[in-house]
């Protein structure tokens, strides 16, 4: 399966490992420790040596309660960072959901607009679609990221997640873009209870007959300190292990904080497969 970027095609025939880089003050993991412009690139080069394939770039928190970011800290937070990052040889991905920074991110280069809304904000959607390659990522989310955990989903989230994402992937289709350039995420966290998302994980090879690559973001999580108890600076132990887990269901695409041990642990899984 090959994975269809601005300017890489990515075969993932082997599990791909996404990097988080996070230009903010105030992510739920890793907030502050990269948020000016020479932290941020230090750290996606960082990533890089530890085996990262692809660097995901994001201006704005997203964890539950979080405020929303006004357009203008959001452009001068990410583009910086996104006009030095594309020179790095690796497929960057820009993490939002506001249609101008997709647009000045593709702009400067972008391969990747990875959206947590799935593209469903007003314009977001023709943005992509003009563009003639980028990959797309669409994300399931309940609610908002201000009201997702006070009222999450009801019931089997498995087949409601996959309906989403299935129709809007259609819709993206319908508009001209190449199905080659979709990858869908069921949205750990966003909006689900712990035992959502574990289902999610469970069932996760379900979301394969769909067709598009699977990515799965799990790293740090609250669920996973739910079952073990850990703080979130604690949790990498868990984190490797729901990524090895996920690319075990089918993923082929692992977002993580901690891509050295990631990236070894899946090196150790292949060698078993082997």
Known sequence: ???????????????????????????????????????????????????????????????????????????????????????LGVPISVDTYKPQVMQAALDLGADIVNDIWALRQSGAAQVVAAHP???????????DPQTMQTAPMQGDVVPQVLTFLELQAQYLQGLGVNKSRIAID????????????????????????LGYPVLAG?????????????????????????ALLA??????IVRVHDVRDTVGALATWRAMQE
């Open 133 to 143: 390659r980028c990959g797309l990522c669409l994300m399931h989310m309940h609610r």
């Open 218 to 242: 799990w790293s740090r999580k609250s669920s996973l300190g739910a079952v073990t108890g850990l703080p979130v600076q604690e949790r990498l132990g868990a984190s490797v292990a729901a």
């Open 1 to 87: 399966m090959l994975w269809q970027t601005a300017r890489f095609d990515l075969d993932l025939t082997h599990a791909r490992v996404m990097g988080i880089v996070n230009v903010t003050p105030d992510s739920f993991s890793d907030g502050g420790q990269h948020a000016g412009t020479a932290a941020a690139l230090r750290h996606c080069e960082q990533l890089l040596k530890e085996g990262a394939d692809i660097l995901d770039i994001g201006g704005e928190s997203t964890r539950p309660g979080s405020p929303a970011l006004p357009l203008q800290d959001e452009l001068q937070r990410v583009l910086p960072v996104m006009r030095e990052a594309v020179r």
């Open 186 to 209: 069921p949205g750990i966290g966003f909006g689900k209870t712990v035992q959502q998302n574990f289902a999610l994980l469970a069932r996760q090879r379900e979301l394969l007959a």
């Open 247 to 252: 690319v075990q269901q089918g993923a082929r």
